[in-house]
């Protein structure tokens, strides 16, 4: 019978965390702009991968273009609360991100590249 209770509470536990995580990770798809330009992208996950594309081109960058994959392979992190992936610019270059939820409406994107770093904020645009 103890074995039994202790099972079901492993089993509410876990259904209880999953989710937690599964709210975490739904937050961050939708529309956003970014803080910084006019630029709009669509994050969108695909068999808990997370996408970045293009919606909205900023018009700043000439290689810049609306379906370009601007974040790829983002997945979560439970241990560091972030998701990790890579951001590809419209020039190509290739650089390690991180994707971090500030709160709804606004997540915090850093870039890096080798000892490089630019954090730029990204607005949940409204349906």
């Known amino acids: 019978m103890k074995k039994m209770v202790l099972y079901s509470v492993i089993v509410f536990f876990s259904i209880l965390l999953m989710s937690f995580i599964s709210i975490s990770n739904s937050a961050i798809t939708g529309k956003w702009i970014f803080s910084n330009s006019k630029r709009q992208i669509i994050i969108y996950e695909d068999k808990n991968v997370f996408f970045g594309k293009i919606i909205e081109v900023s018009g700043e ?5 609306k379906g370009h994959i601007l974040l790829k392979d983002f997945i979560y992190d439970n241990q560091k609360n972030l998701f990790k992936g890579q951001m590809i610019a419209p020039s190509g270059m290739k650089a ?10 606004e997540i915090e994107l850093v870039v890096k590249k080798m000892l490089f770093s630019k954090t730029i904020i990204l607005k949940k645009i409204s349906k």
């Open 61 to 65: 960058d000439k290689d810049e273009k």
């Open 96 to 105: 390690n991100g991180e994707l971090r939820l500030i709160n709804n409406n």
